[in-house]
Nanobody, 123 residues
Framework: QVKLVESGGGLVHPGGSLRLSCAAS????????VGWFRQAPGKEREGLSC????????YSADSVKGRFTISRDDAANTVYLQMNSLKPEDTAIYYC????????????????WGQGIQVTVSS
């Protein structure tokens, strides 16, 4: 079965850090560009970052630039999102997806989505 599974979410205090993982099963993630997205309650889904199959970061949203870093470990079949200096406005469900691309300055997805994981930033 082909799927993406996010992990590493949870509750964190403002200023804290979390590292999200996106693990692939049933296929080789190394062949794909992979992106991270999030959706906060009442808001549209927001593209955060995209990493190419070669490891180049092809997109980073202004809202997280300098705080969030995408990386990949192809041996582990996993892509990560390191999130530092978290703010309450980072509270959202976070998703990873394959085949991300930048269209008109916006990060889009043409591949598969994970089921999402909750991140809550609160004191």
């Amino acid at each position: 079965q082909v799927k993406l599974v996010e992990s590493g979410g949870g509750l964190v205090h403002p200023g804290g850090s979390l590292r999200l993982s996106c693990a692939a099963s049933g296929f080789t993630l190394a062949y794909y560009d992979v992106g991270w997205f999030r959706q906060a309650p009442g808001k549209e889904r927001e593209g955060l970052s995209c990493i190419s199959s070669s490891g180049s970061i092809t997109y980073s949203a202004d809202s997280v630039k300098g705080r969030f870093t995408i990386s990949r470990d192809d041996a582990a079949n996993t892509v990560y999102l390191q999130m530092n200096s978290l703010k309450p406005e980072d509270t959202a469900i976070y998703y990873c997806a394959t085949d991300c691309e930048v269209v008109g300055g916006i990060l889009k997805v043409v591949g598969s989505w994970g089921q999402g994981i909750q991140v809550t930033v609160s004191s």
